[in-house]
């Protein structure tokens, strides 16, 4: 077993379809964010550190908004998604490019904050007790060469107010065979699926797993982000103003390779975001049954 256990949250990015900083949206009962909600459950279910991902430029106003409310309860700590894990060969073709390379250089970038086992999340979506409970439970007991993502049915994960993207799963005895990411949609009384490349939808079972970037790693990714990140760098260095270096990618050339199993954990629980404005409501909505079920306390942060 492994005794301590962190919480990798991705909170650089910027909210660009939603239009602001996603990430400081009052949505629950006394003005909480949706990031109060995964730092509570991760604590609940036993995690021992967070880890924030920020840009350097919005930390002072992401500690204040955010940090503050946590960091009593948690040890805590920030990493910055800049350049300084770069190769230096490479830093001078990427002095052009104003948004971040992606979600694997986003972890990559916590690589001297993180020991041992850990679990990653994106900052503007809610996960749910059980998946965090399940999370826990997995990187409690993890095993070499293996890494893990906690699979949501895609019934569980949709916007009523448009498109959303999401990793169709295809899993073979709990294992990942490939991610395909696409546009989902559900209409009527079906939810259609397009791979993000094709504009061939089909109809897909409301039981299908998704990948919502609920990711669970043994802290030896950081080698393999490392080796893949120079590798990706020296591929694209003609046009490093518009590829992204992605987890998903990652996480398919560890299957290609034969580097990693990927186990996939079901959860029963429900995800909610914020793709849309419209979809705000759907949030506060299910935040105040939460809490009125006891589920959460209101404050959420106080002594417990």
């Known amino acids: 077993m492994n005794k301590d256990k962190t919480l990798l949250i991705m909170a650089a990015g910027m909210g660009s379809r939603f239009g602001g900083l996603k990430q400081i949206e009052q949505v629950g009962p006394s003005g909480e964010f949706i990031i109060d909600y995964s730092v509570y459950d991760a604590i609940k279910a036993g995690f021992t550190k967070v880890v924030f991902i920020v840009k350097k430029e919005f930390y002072e106003k992401f500690r204040e908004t955010i940090g503050k409310r946590v960091e009593p309860y948690i040890e805590t700590d920030y990493a910055f ?3 300084t894990y770069i190769p230096e060969r490479f830093k001078p073709l990427l002095k052009n490019r104003t948004k971040p390379l992606g979600t694997a250089y986003a972890i990559y970038c916590a690589k001297d904050k993180i020991k041992g086992p850990f679990a990653c999340i ?7 007790r059980d998946a965090f409970l399940k999370a826990y439970d997995y990187l409690d007991n993890i095993i070499y060469n293996h890494f893990g993502i906690v699979g949501y049915k895609v019934k569980n994960t949709l916007s009523p107010n448009g498109t959303a993207k999401r990793g169709i799963m295809d899993v073979s005895d709990h294992k990942l065979v490939k991610i395909t990411e696409s546009k989902v949609i559900k209409k009527k009384d079906k939810i259609i699926a397009s791979p993000l490349y094709s504009s061939n939808g089909e109809e897909i079972d409301e039981d299908t797993l998704v990948c919502m970037n609920l990711l669970l790693f043994s802290d030896d990714i950081f080698d393999i982000l490392g080796d893949e990140l120079f590798l990706f760098l020296s591929l694209h ?3 490093l103003d518009e ?3 992605q987890i998903p990618d990652v996480l398919d050339t560890c299957l290609r390779k034969n580097i990693k199993t990927i186990d996939i954990i079901d959860t029963t629980a429900t ?4 793709t849309y404005k419209e979809d705000k409501d759907e949030v506060v909505k299910a935040l105040k049954e939460l809490t009125d079920e006891g589920v959460y306390q209101q404050p959420l942060w106080k002594i417990y």
């Open 81 to 83: 998604q800049d350049n």
């Open 122 to 128: 994106n900052a503007d979506d809610f996960y749910g």
């Open 237 to 239: 260095q003609k046009h």
């Open 243 to 245: 590829v992204e270096f």
């Open 271 to 274: 995800w909610y975001g914020m």
